[in-house]
């Protein structure tokens, strides 16, 4: 089992920033590609970034392309995701994950997830 805990999460002004760490578990970390998911009241689940297990690809949502930057530091078996120019929107429980790295976009293709942490975005 692989286990994931997710802290960072917090109140911001909109245009502030946040970085976001996701500090995991287990001795096959390194084999599996990260996600961040996040969740807003009353909107289903949508992908924001994801990376592989060496870091040397890395995949974001249109909606965070140049804003978010996703990293993982494996000797710390953490995964990071920094996130510039933050707005309202990006308000929502934050998720990291874990799985086989083949269909990164979809939820339902990872194996572990975190408890989430919850960003807030003031206007």
């Known amino acids: 089992q692989v286990q994931l805990v997710e802290s960072g999460g917090g109140l911001v002004q909109a245009g502030g920033s946040l970085r976001l760490s996701c500090a995991a578990s287990?001795?096959?970390?390194?084999?599996?590609?990260m996600g961040w998911f996040r969740q807003a009241p009353g909107k289903e689940r949508e992908f924001v970034a994801a990376?592989?297990?060496?870091?040397?690809?890395?995949y974001y949502a249109d909606s965070v392309k140049g804003r978010f930057t996703i990293s993982r530091d494996n000797t710390k078996n953490t995964v990071y995701l920094q996130m510039n120019s933050l707005k309202p929107e990006d308000t929502a429980v934050y998720s990291c994950?874990?799985?086989?790295?083949?269909?990164?976009?979809?939820?339902?293709?990872?194996?572990?997830w975190g408890q989430g942490t919850q960003v807030t975005v003031s206007s």
């Open positions: 994950a874990a799985g086989p790295g083949v269909r990164i976009r979809r939820g339902d293709e990872y194996y572990y």
């Open positions: 287990g001795r096959t970390f390194n084999s599996y590609a």
């Open positions: 990376i592989s297990w060496s870091g040397g690809s890395t």
